[in-house]
């Protein structure tokens, strides 16, 4: 079992950065792959990038690629999500997701078996 907490969201200018944070419990965490996924109201999940148990193979759709790079430390039990060069429509509540079952990694959200409570990002025009 792990229990993750999103951090380092906030209110930005397009053209800004962040880096997300995911905080992980759990001695086996880093059996774990990580996923993000953000949401709007309305809308469902949308898949931003995974990243497999070891941090050796990662995922990402071609919309955020050379915009969005997740990372991972196991020996903190934290991954990152940076963003550059935000745009408005990037806008959205984002989550990690942990799984077990999918290692590698997924771009889907029910292949995900333990979320956190989400990050809300705003980017202004």
């Known amino acids: 079992q792990v229990q993750l907490i999103e951090s380092g969201g906030g209110l930005v200018q397009a053209g800004d950065s962040l880096r997300l944070s995911c905080a992980a419990s759990?001695?086996?965490?880093?059996?774990?792959?990580v996923g993000w996924f953000r949401q709007v109201p309305g809308k469902e999940r949308e898949f931003v990038a995974a990243?497999?148990?070891?941090?050796?193979?990662?995922i990402y759709p071609d919309s955020m690629k050379g915009r969005f790079t997740i990372s991972r430390i196991n020996a903190k039990n934290t991954v990152y999500l940076q963003m550059n060069s935000l745009k408005p429509e990037d806008t959205a509540v984002y989550y990690c997701?942990?799984?077990?079952?999918?290692?590698?990694?997924?771009?889907?959200?029910?292949?995900?078996?333990?979320w956190g409570q989400g990050t809300q990002v705003t980017v202004s025009s």
């Open positions: 997701a942990a799984s077990l079952s999918y290692y590698m990694g997924s771009r889907y959200p029910n292949e995900y078996e333990y």
């Open positions: 759990g001695r086996t965490f880093s059996s774990y792959a």
């Open positions: 990243i497999s148990w070891s941090g050796g193979s990662t």
